[in-house]
């Protein structure tokens, strides 16, 4: 599987890479280190890094990105360091990458390709792996005519344009542009991804929202913070987790059981970079449906790198774009075990935001971080009572399993309960089964039981 100018993944383990930062005013990456998560992101590829190079600029030059003596320094790094790649930390575009590869004489690919890339090699559900290839078509789109060099008409079946050409009547003649034919080809594939990723979508969003009668609970974060080490410590599920960028790419919903009884569901989500590329956010919606339609969102930090700040900031556009800005949010300050005791204070200290501190690795802190989302379950609930009919043995069943039962009181057409339960469930469950009944004046009877 590769991108279009990609990198292949069966030749990932014998490339060598020159990286490349054009460094703008108000970039995003991180000054001391600009190129140290393209760095990350390489080493995931599988890709040997063997040296760096970095201009600053007021913004990029239209043709070649680089200005001239830096490309032409390139250059001779790249046949220096015998490099068969250069990757660059910005975007770029077809054109530019043509008139660089003239000079370099070797592949040139930009961040947004060696992201897909990554998740490309990484997809292993069919879902995952329709979700980018969507990704990578919608990239290669309107990036076919600089991509494309051999803009010659194609003829009939023959190949040929003189009189007598091979193919018979009705072959001859310019016939269709290959760039037009390719075109044509990726707009039906987009399209057909498109049908088969919405229905991924409309049955993900069935399967996430029949789940609102639990509280639930969706992990974000910048990748590589920590989440899926910090799901498995938290339940019993074993979920693959490395130290690697995008070590994950599928969503994982388990049972989390606190000490106190109560239960929610915790979900595992795709982490997120600095400029994540548009249309991979876009495609991988299905697979951040749970973080979208989730009570609370533990927003995973880590607190161990220096680019911490920075991180957190991209982790909190990403859910701003995905329209999760309004969740409630409790900061999991990770990897404390191995932080600077500075950082870790000057993140607790953020206004308006509330934090745990905790190490997923060595289990440090996780009682606590329990003892908070199980407040927060708790705050959601509501005292009440109710009358179920004795022919509705399914929906009592259903209740008792929810709520914290606290009363029981058998009348003459059913059974009164006094509980508590979650609003959003309550109301749930009364909109669902209209024989539900709400009783506000609560009684205390002889034959009550606790």
């Not at 100018?5 to 001391?32: F, H, I, N, W």
């Not at 599920?237 to 059981?257: C, E, I």
């Not at 506000?440 to 009550?448: C, I, M, T």
Request: hydrophobic share 40%; charged share 25%.
């Amino acid at each position: 599987m590769t991108t279009p100018q990609g990198l292949s993944v069966q030749s990932q383990r014998s490339e060598r890479a020159v990286l490349v930062c054009v460094l703008l005013p108000g970039t995003k990456a991180d000054p001391r280190d600009p190129l140290g998560e393209l760095k990350a992101l390489a080493e995931s590829a599988r890709v040997q890094v063997v040296d760096r190079m970095i201009q600053k600029r007021l913004r990029i030059t239209s043709a070649t990105a680089l200005g001239s003596g830096k490309l032409e320094e390139l250059g001779q790094r790249v046949t220096a360091n015998e490099a068969n790649v250069v990757i660059f930390d910005n975007d770029l575009a077809p054109r530019q990458i043509r008139k660089i590869e003239e000079v370099v004489a070797c592949k040139v690919i930009d961040r947004s390709e060696l992201i897909l890339d990554i998740f490309a090699s990484r997809a292993k559900t069919k879902e995952a792996q329709l979700q980018v290839e969507l990704a990578q078509l919608q990239y290669t789109a309107p990036r076919l005519r600089g991509m494309w060099t051999h803009l010659e008409r194609i003829a009939g079946a023959g190949g040929g344009t003189g009189v007598g050409a091979v193919g018979g009547v009705g072959t001859r003649g310019p016939g269709e542009r290959q760039i037009e034919i390719d075109r044509r080809i990726v707009r039906e594939r987009i399209s057909h991804l498109r049908q088969e990723i919405q229905e991924i979508d409309d049955r993900k969003r069935r399967e996430v929202l029949a789940r609102h009668d639990q509280f639930t609970v969706s992990l974000v974060g910048y990748t590589n913070s920590g989440k899926t080490t910090l799901l498995n410590r938290l339940t019993d599920v074993r979920q693959f987790a490395a130290d690697m960028l995008f070590a994950t790419l599928d969503t994982k919903t388990v049972r989390w059981d606190f000490a106190d009884g109560q239960s929610a569901l915790l979900s595992d989500t795709v982490g997120f970079v600095r400029d994540l590329p548009h249309h991979l956010v876009a495609s991988f919606r299905a697979t951040l449906e749970e973080a979208i339609h989730a009570d609370l969102l533990l927003h995973v930090i880590d607190v161990s790198s220096p680019s911490a700040w920075r991180q957190m900031e991209s982790v909190d556009e990403v859910l701003k774009e995905i329209g999760c800005d309004g969740i409630p949010q409790l900061m999991v300050l990770n990897k404390i075990d191995i932080a600077d005791d500075a950082t870790v204070t000057e993140m607790l200290s953020i206004r308006g935001r509330e934090s745990v501190r905790v190490s997923a690795l060595t289990g440090a802190g996780l009682e606590a971080l329990g003892q908070e989302v199980s407040k927060r379950v708790k705050g959601t609930t509501a005292a009440t009572t109710v009358h179920i009919p004795h022919q509705e043995g399914k929906l009592l069943a259903q209740i008792e399993r929810l709520a914290d039962v606290t009363a029981r009181r058998y009348v003459e057409n059913g059974v009164e309960l006094d509980l508590r339960l979650n609003r959003v469930q309550l109301l749930q469950l009364l909109g669902r089964h209209p024989a539900m009944t709400l009783r506000e004046d609560k009684r205390s009877e002889p034959n009550s039981t606790k």
